[in-house]
């Protein structure tokens, strides 16, 4: 055999390599731009969730302070001095504390109501019985 053939022969060798290689490399090109595509995809949902998040995170925390609020304004009501024994209302005080209190309960389940709180909530809140908050909002839309 002769050396240009030999040579030439190389040469076809290596140019069949080489487009082997060329192909190969731009076959993991094409995937590594997908994979590329798919994480930023990826990233932008993570970001997505991550506000998601801090979002619900701000509204527990605002419902965490009202709740401490309720808290706090329980606790004062519950600490207020009982009426002793010897204190005994008459009969007229009595109904008008116990108008005062109707009231101020209805006054704060419509309120609680008028801020879309579920009858649920109002009465988890409230410490009173899902029926009894119904009848307030009911006889309260009769009324209106």
């Not at 590594?32 to 930023?40: D, I, P, R």
């Not at 995809?41 to 609020?69: C, F, P, Y």
């Amino acid at each position: 055999m002769n050396l240009e053939l030999i040579m030439s022969s190389i040469a076809v060798l290596l140019g069949v390599l080489a487009a082997v290689y060329a192909r190969t490399a731009f076959k993991k090109s094409r995937d590594y731009c997908g994979l590329l595509e798919f994480l930023a995809q990826r990233i932008e949902d993570l970001e997505q969730t991550v506000t998601a998040v801090k979002d619900l995170n701000e509204t527990g925390a605002q419902r965490i302070s009202e709740q401490a609020r309720r808290v706090a304004w329980l606790e004062t009501r519950v600490r207020q001095p009982k009426l002793i024994e010897e204190d005994v209302l008459n009969d007229a005080q009595i109904e008008i504390s116990t108008k005062s209190i109707i009231t101020e309960r209805r006054h704060r389940v419509l309120t609680l109501a008028a801020r879309g709180q579920s009858v649920e909530e109002i009465a988890e809140t409230l410490g009173m019985m899902h029926g009894e908050i119904q009848l307030i909002i009911n006889l309260s839309r009769i009324t209106a």
